[in-house]
């Protein structure tokens, strides 16, 4: 799998331009779609402390953009670029229509890339997949 988004890191490209359409989206795009309202947001489950729609999406990025440069030197970029742009998104709501800056998605975004990276460095260390 990690050879398959290496070559093909196009699709690391594409979901990176899906999220930052529907994140900049005046109100929700997703919700125009689904209810025909772009005021109502469609959840995922259920918020705790932190916004869980934020937290799954960035943690489906994280691990893309991990699984496409896991083998470059590119890495280190990567992660200050996945901790910029769960920032840098959230801080937009601040002038986008129909859209508020909310700390709970802030800490979802961050908490998201912060889990795979996590993660991905307790693999490292402990080599769980290695033969």
């Known amino acids: ?3 398959f988004f290496s070559k093909y890191k196009v699709i690391f490209f594409v979901i990176n331009f899906i999220l930052i359409f529907l994140y900049l989206f005046p109100g929700s795009f997703i ?3 689904v209810y025909d309202n772009k005021q109502i947001q ?3 489950t259920v918020d705790l402390i932190i916004s ?3 937290f799954y999406i960035f943690i489906f990025i994280s691990i893309i953009g991990l699984l496409s440069y896991s083998k470059s030197k590119q890495l280190k ?3 200050f670029y996945l901790v910029f742009l769960s920032i840098i998104l959230e801080v937009f709501h601040l002038i986008i ?13 961050f908490f998201g890339v912060i889990v795979v990276l996590f993660i991905n460095n307790l693999i490292n260390k402990y080599g769980i997949f290695k033969k």
Request: proline share 7%; net charge negative.
């Open 1 to 3: 799998m990690t050879n």
């Open 97 to 109: 229509p129909y859209r508020s800056f909310e700390w709970s998605d802030l800490f979802g975004n």
């Open 42 to 44: 469609p959840q995922i």
């Open 31 to 33: 919700g125009l779609l």
């Open 77 to 79: 970029f990567l992660i």
């Open 52 to 54: 869980s729609n934020h």
